[in-house]
């Protein structure tokens, strides 16, 4: 697999989402590994995550400060920092932030997904919140992922 050389200046700017309390920042766009992989950096505000979702990429999560309840296949279980987290491609999945703090995590995605693009546009789709199912998935056909349901809360308990 060629890698090519990048240098991910830490003083970019992030692709904000406010509706879901997000700031995403590509560290590795899917160009520079020939579409194998991509890498992203999230910061998820307080109580914030992205409504519940299934994408035939995998994702590898590692958390990098804070604590977040996950949700993978029904099964609910916390994540703290240095734990990392890995979701099949096809399996339905969500977070969310669970502590008062804002939190973050790095996610590698296999095979890549062209993030930027992707979030830049769902940013423009949830421009005034979190929009219903529908138009979610609508939005979500081009990109290959179905909306599933609303952000796991962070009241939701554990099942692990």
């Known amino acids: 697999m060629p890698i090519t050389f990048l240098h991910s200046k830490g ?8 509706a879901i309390g997000l700031d995403l920042f590509v560290r590795m766009p899917p ?3 020939s579409g194998e992989f ?5 910061i998820n505000a307080p109580g914030a995550g992205p409504p519940r979702h299934r994408h035939r990429e995998a994702e ?20 703290e920092a240095g734990d990392v987290v890995s979701i099949p491609g096809g399996v339905e999945h ?6 008062d703090k804002p939190a973050r995590q790095y996610i590698l995605m296999a095979p ?7 979030f830049t546009e769902l940013a423009g789709v949830m421009h005034d919140g979190i929009p219903d199912q529908a138009a979610l998935n609508a ?11 609303p952000p796991v ?3 939701d308990q554990p099942t692990d």
């Open 153 to 155: 809360n962070r009241n």
């Open 139 to 149: 939005f979500g056909l081009k990109w290959h992922v179905e909306f599933l349901g």
């Open 94 to 99: 969500g977070f969310c932030n669970v502590t």
């Open 31 to 33: 160009a520079a590994s």
């Open 112 to 118: 890549a997904l062209d993030a930027a693009a992707f």
């Open 38 to 42: 991509c890498f992203i950096e999230t």
């Open 60 to 79: 590898i999560f590692r958390v990098i400060e804070g604590r977040y309840l996950y949700e993978a296949d029904g099964r609910r279980f916390y994540a």
């Open 11 to 18: 003083t970019e700017a992030p692709i904000q989402i406010p």
